[in-house]
């Protein structure tokens, strides 16, 4: 089956830092982009960071930028996101999707069940 | 506010069309592929349509998607109670570096 699941999340006070992971499994990970997308409670879906298969590309949304950071071990078949300076805004329900193959359009076709992360005092 | 707009809502009765828009502009729509997301309260997104029309293996052909220009459209035929749920549209932004979603619209089946 293929799937992706996080760990990590939890409460944070502002300013702290927190490590997410995302565990893959069913595919061959190293062929494809993976993402972070996170859900704010009540709000819609922003999407918060990329890389691509071999890690050569990195994209992040500019309310992230400077203080999160994407990386993955295709010999592990997990992708993380290092939160730092975490902020009250950054609570939110964090999900790992995968892209699908190059060629098709960018997208995100399996997600995770995601994490919570919650930043408060 | 979002980069792509959605109506924050749409309904129809049972077994009617429904249609949701998707306005973005030359930077997204107008010049990447769209996809379209379908989340139900309290569980992940679900790949819908992806590059404009292409459906997932699983997702029944009721759903449909379309582009013209800079808008996009998904297309929900043969309305059904289980279809309610927010609608996400998505693209790059390749001026941005950057995916952007529309910031959803809640399909109510009457």
């Known amino acids: 089956e293929v799937q992706v699941v996080e760990s990590g999340g939890g409460l944070v006070k502002p300013g702290g830092s927190l490590r997410l992971s995302c565990a893959a499994s069913g595919f061959t990970f190293s062929d494809y982009s993976m993402n972070w997308v996170r859900q704010a409670p009540g709000k819609g879906l922003e999407w918060v960071s990329s890389v691509s298969a071999s890690s050569f590309f990195i994209y992040y949304a500019e309310s992230v930028m400077g203080r999160f950071t994407i990386s993955r071990d295709n010999a592990k078949n997990s992708v993380d996101l290092e939160m730092n300076s975490l902020r009250a805004d950054d609570t939110a329900v964090y999900y790992c999707?995968?892209?699908?193959?190059?060629?098709?359009?960018?997208?995100?076709?399996?997600w995770g069940q995601g994490t919570m992360v919650t930043v408060s005092s | 506010q979002s980069v792509l707009t959605q109506p924050p809502s749409v309904s129809a009765a049972p077994g009617q069309q429904a249609t949701i828009s998707c306005s973005g502009s030359s930077s997204n729509i107008g010049k990447n592929s769209v996809s379209w997301y379908q989340q139900f309260p309290g569980t992940a997104p679900i790949l819908l349509i992806y590059?404009?029309?292409k459906r997932p293996l699983g997702i029944p052909d009721r759903f449909s998607g379309s582009k013209s220009g800079t808008s996009a459209t998904l297309g929900i035929t043969g309305l059904q109670t289980g279809d309610e749920a927010d609608y996400y549209c998505?693209?790059?932004?390749?001026?941005?570096?950057?995916?952007?979603f529309g910031v959803g619209t809640k399909v109510t089946v009457l």
């Open positions: 590059d404009i029309n």
């Open positions: 999707a995968k892209a699908p193959p190059p060629g098709g359009g960018y997208a995100f076709d399996i």
């Open positions: 998505g693209a790059w932004d390749s001026s941005l570096n950057a995916y952007v």
